[in-house]
C-alpha cells in the first residue's frame, strides 16, 4: 500500500537541524506502524543523524535495519546500505517500495536499462531514491565509487550503512574478502557517518569490524543475544531410527508451521524435501545447485506463504525476513556458534514462541571435522596461517560440539560463547536440559554407549575416502560466496569453494603421499588411454546420453515460451514485442546458460522463464523482450562441450563458441576465419600425447627399458587413436 508524502520530508530543513524524538516516533508509526522504538534503536538513529558512527550489534531479529530506514525518511538525500546478498536487497527494497519509500537496489541481477534508469535519478539535481541497497563488489569498482563521489560532493550522500558488517572480519563466521575494500569509503567518502550492524559478532570480530571500517569514536550499542521465544534442543541421530522420519513427525506435531530445515549438503537438500514432501508436508529445496530463478522462486513462495517448509543449505537466508518462522533445525551440525545462533535466529521474529532444534551425529561431526581440517582459507597464504585458520575453525567447531554433547544449559552455552555471561536461571526451561535434564543426561549416556561400540567395531562410515567424490562439484557444503577478489563478481550464492577445496587438496595429498613418480607416470598414462578410449566410444553413445538435450526438447521449449508469451496480452499487444523471435531468443539464452549443466538445468530453467513471464510485470517485459535483439540470436546446435584435443591449449574464444560434434564437423579453432588459425594450424607439427612425451624421453635416454606399452609403435598407435577419435 502506498503511503501519502513522508511528513517529515519538507520539514527538513539544513542538515545540522536536530531531529526530535517525537518526530522519528511519528516516522516509525506512519511508515512501518510500530508503535515505538524497540532496544537501542532510537539510540543508534540519532547517533547517525547526529553525525557520529556507531556500531551496532543487536541480536537478529531485532530491527537492525530500523537503524538506517529512518534516517533515511528524516532527511533528505540518500542512505546507502552495503548488503552481502542480493535475495536480502530485493526482499528489503520490495517491502519498502510497497509502503511507497523511495528505495532501490543495483546488481547484476538487473537489467542495464533499470540500472541505468537508477543512475539516472542519482544524477538528477533531486534523486527521488532515498535508500540505496548496493553489494560491496559494486562499491570496489571504480565506476561505481566515482558516482557515489559525485553524489558526495553535491551533498547528497547521508550515510553509509554496513549491514551484516562482521562479514567484513576474518574472525567471523562469514568472511567476504569484497567486504575488506569497504575500508576505503571513508577516505572516498569523509564526514558521511557509518553505520554498522552485525548481530554475531564476538568481541574480537567486533574490534575487527569497528578498525577495519575506521570508525571514528564510534557509539558502541550493544544488545544482550538472548532469544527469550525460542526453545533450544538437541536430537542425537544416533539414538534416532530415521531422522528423516523424525523431522517429519517433528514438523507435524507442530502444526503446519512455517519452518527452515539446514542440511550441510545439497544432495541431503533434495532428498529430505523429497522425503518431506512425500509425506505431504509443504516443503521445497533451496541451494546454490538451482539457478537463480528457481531460487528466486522457492524463496518467493516461501515468503508469500505458498510453501511452508524450506530445506536448504546456509546458502538460505541471511537476513531474510520471515516473521513467523516457528521451527528451524539442523539437520546437520553447523561449523560454529555464530553460524548455529544467525540461522537459528530466524525463527520467532515476531517474538512468539519457536523452537531450534539440532539433529546431532557422530558422523556429521567427523566429516565435519574434516572439512574444517583440511579447508584452506586462501590459496596464498602461508603455511602458518592456513594452520591458525584451521585451528580457529576447529575451536569454533568444537564449541557447537560442546552444546551438542554437553549437559549444561543449552541457551547459556550461546550467551557465553558471546561473551555473555548469565544464570542458568535466566533460561526458565526453555531449553531441553533444563526443561528434562534426566531425559538429556540419559541421551547423552547412550550416545557414549553406542560411540564406544561402534569404536570398537568399526561399524563407523567413511565419508571421504578418494579424490573421485569430490569431482561432482555441489556435491559439498556450500559457505558463503568468497568472490575472487579480481573478479568483482556479484553473484549472491557461492559454489562450495571451501570445503571442495579441501577435499581436492586432501585428495591430492593422499595421492602424493602414496605414490611415488614412476607410479605417477603411469596412472597418468593408463588416464590418458582411457581418455581416448572413452572417448572413441563417447561418440557413439553420445547420442543416448540421457543428461543430452535434444533438438526436439528445444523446438518443444520455445513452443512452451511462445505459449506463455501468447498468454500473456501485455505482450501480444506491444508493438515493441516480436513474441516469435522472443520466444526464441529466451530458450537460447537459457540454453546458453545451462545447457552444458544438463537436461534438469536446462528444464528448471525454463521453468523459471515461463514463469518469470506469466508474473513479470509490463515494464520489465519491456525492458527484457523489447530490447533483445533476435536478429543477432544464434542457435548452438545440439552438441556437448567442445572437446578437442585436451593437449592443444584451447582459445578462451573457442570454448565460447559452439561445435558441431558430428563427424566431418569443423574444429573452431582451425576452421576459423582468421588466416593466423588457418595457417598456423596446418603448419604446426602433431603435439605429443603424454604418453609419447614420457617415451621420447625414455627412448633418449635408454632404449632397452620401453616397456611394450611405452614403444614408439605404441606412440604411433596412440597418435592415430587420437586423430581418429577427434
Ligand atoms: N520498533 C519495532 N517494533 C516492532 N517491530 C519491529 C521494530 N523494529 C523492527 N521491527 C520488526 O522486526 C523484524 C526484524 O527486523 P530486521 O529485519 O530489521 O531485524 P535484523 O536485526 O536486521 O535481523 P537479522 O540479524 O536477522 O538481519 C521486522 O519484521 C521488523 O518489521
Ligand atoms: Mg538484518
Excluded at 541505468?116 to 531514491?129: C, F, H, Q, R
Excluded at 573421485?468 to 549472491?492: I, L, P, T, Y
Amino acid at each position: 500500500m502506498k503511503k501519502s508524502p513522508l511528513p517529515l520530508q519538507s520539514n527538513c530543513g539544513p542538515q545540522k537541524q536536530v531531529i526530535g524524538k517525537e518526530a522519528l516516533v511519528k516516522l516509525l508509526r506512519w511508515h512501518f506502524g510500530h508503535s515505538n522504538f524497540r532496544g537501542k534503536q532510537l539510540d543508534a538513529i540519532e547517533a547517525v543523524l547526529s553525525g557520529r558512527d556507531c556500531f551496532c550489534l543487536m541480536p537478529t531479529g531485532g530491527g537492525k535495519s530500523m537503524c538506517y530506514q529512518i534516517p533515511a525518511l528524516a532527511k533528505p538525500g540518500i542512505v546507502l546500505v552495503v548488503s552481502p546478498l542480493i535475495a536480502l536487497m530485493e526482499n528489503q527494497v520490495s517491502a519498502l517500495k510497497e509502503k511507497g519509500i523511495p528505495a532501490e537496489f543495483l546488481s547484476s541481477t538487473q537489467t542495464v536499462q533499470v540500472k541505468n534508469k537508477i543512475y539516472e535519478d542519482l544524477e538528477s539535481g533531486k534523486p527521488a531514491v532515498r535508500l540505496l541497497y548496493v553489494t560491496p563488489e559494486l562499491i570496489a569498482t571504480s565506476g561505481f565509487m566515482s558516482k557515489l563521489t559525485k553524489i558526495h560532493a553535491r551533498g547528497l550522500l547521508n550515510l553509509i550503512a554496513i549491514d551484516e558488517a562482521h562479514c567484513i572480519s576474518t574472525w567471523g563466521h562469514d568472511f567476504r574478502p569484497s567486504y575488506r575494500k569497504l575500508s576505503s569509503l571513508r577516505s572516498h567518502l569523509s564526514n558521511i557517518p557509518v553505520l554498522a550492524l552485525t548481530a554475531t559478532a564476538v568481541p574480537k570480530v567486533q574490534k575487527d569490524v569497528i578498525e577495519s571500517l575506521n570508525l571514528q569514536s564510534p557509539l558502541v550499542l550493544k544488545s544482550s543475544f538472548n532469544r527469550p521465544n525460542i526453545y533450544y534442543e538437541v536430537r542425537y541421530k544416533d539414538l534416532l531410527d530415521d531422522p528423516f522420519d523424525d523431522v517429519c513427525k517433528l514438523l507435524k506435531s507442530c502444526g503446519n508451521v512455517c519452518a527452515i530445515i539446514y542440511c550441510l549438503e545439497r544432495t541431503m537438500c533434495d532428498d529430505l524435501a523429497t522425503h518431506l514432501t512425500s509425506s505431504s508436508i509443504s516443503c521445497a529445496a533451496y541451494h546454490a545447485g538451482l539457478n537463480s530463478k528457481m531460487r528466486s522462486s522457492v524463496l518467493d513462495d516461501w515468503i508469500s506463504s505458498k510453501t511452508q517448509v524450506v530445506v536448504a543449505t546456509v546458502a538460505f537466508g541471511m537476513g531474510i525476513d520471515r516473521k513467523d518462522v516457528r521451527v528451524v533445525c539442523h539437520f546437520n551440525i553447523p561449523k560454529s556458534m555464530e553460524g548455529f545462533y544467525q540461522e537459528s535466529g530466524r525463527a520467532g521474529r515476531d517474538q512468539l514462541p519457536s523452537r531450534s532444534v539440532l539433529y546431532y551425529g557422530m558422523d556429521d561431526r567427523r566429516k565435519m571435522e574434516f572439512i574444517l581440517r583440511n579447508t584452506k582459507r586462501n590459496k596464498d597464504d602461508s603455511s602458518s596461517l592456513q594452520d591458525k585458520s584451521s585451528k580457529k575453525s576447529l575451536d569454533d567447531f568444537n564449541q557447537m560440539v560442546e552444546y551438542c554433547e554437553g549437559s549444561g544449559c543449552r541457551r547459556k552455552m550461546i550467551l557465553e560463547s558471546f561473551g555473555e555471561m548469565v544464570p542458568a536461571s535466566l533460561c526458565e526451561k526453555s531449553c531441553d536440559v533444563c526443561k528434562h535434564p534426566n531425559l538429556v543426561t540419559s541421551y547423552l549416556e547412550q550416545l557414549k554407549t553406542a560411540t564406544a561400540f561402534r569404536q570398537r567395531t568399526g561399524s563407523s562410515r567413511i565419508y571421504m575416502t578418494s579424490g573421485s567424490s569430490f569431482n561432482a562439484e555441489g556435491q559439498m557444503s556450500e559457505f558463503w560466496n568468497r568472490d575472487d577478489e579480481a573478479s568483482g563478481s556479484e553473484e549472491d550464492i557461492s559454489e562450495s569453494d571451501d570445503a571442495l577445496d579441501a577435499a581436492k587438496n586432501v585428495a591430492s595429498s593422499k595421492i602424493s603421499a602414496k605414490l611415488k613418480l614412476q607410479d605417477k607416470i603411469d596412472m597418468l598414462q593408463r588416464a590418458e588411454e582411457n581418455y581416448y578410449q572413452n572417448k572413441s566410444r563417447d561418440k557413439q553413445v553420445n547420442k543416448h546420453d540421457k543428461n543430452a538435450i535434444a533438438e526436439t526438447l528445444r523446438e518443444a521449449g520455445k513452443q512452451r515460451l511462445l505459449n506463455a508469451i501468447k498468454q500473456n496480452q501485455q505482450l501480444v499487444s506491444d508493438s515493441r514485442i516480436d513474441v516469435d523471435k522472443s520466444a526464441v531468443s529466451l530458450e537460447n539464452e537459457c540454453y546458453k546458460k545451462y545447457g552444458k549443466s544438463g537436461k534438469s538445468f536446462y528444464l528448471s530453467q525454463m521453468a523459471s522463464t515461463a514463469r518469470w513471464l506469466s508474473t513479470a510485470g509490463p515494464t520489465e517485459l519491456v525492458n527484457k523482450l523489447g530490447s533483445s535483439t533476435p536478429e543477432n540470436v544464434t542457435f548452438t546446435p545440439n552438441c556437448s562441450p567442445a572437446l578437442s584435443n585436451p593437449l592443444v591449449p584451447v582459445s578462451p574464444k573457442a570454448n565460447d563458441e559452439k561445435v558441431h560434434d558430428n563427424a566431418g564437423s569443423e574444429d573452431p579453432i582451425r576452421s576459423s576465419a582468421s588466416p593466423l588459425h588457418g595457417s598456423a594450424s596446418a603448419e604446426l607439427p602433431p603435439i605429443l600425447s603424454f604418453s609419447q612425451f614420457i617415451n621420447s624421453g625414455k627412448a633418449k635416454g635408454n632404449s632397452a627399458s620401453v616397456s611394450k606399452r611405452d614403444s614408439p609403435d605404441t606412440g604411433k598407435k596412440n597418435l592415430e587413436k587420437r586423430m581418429r577419435s577427434q
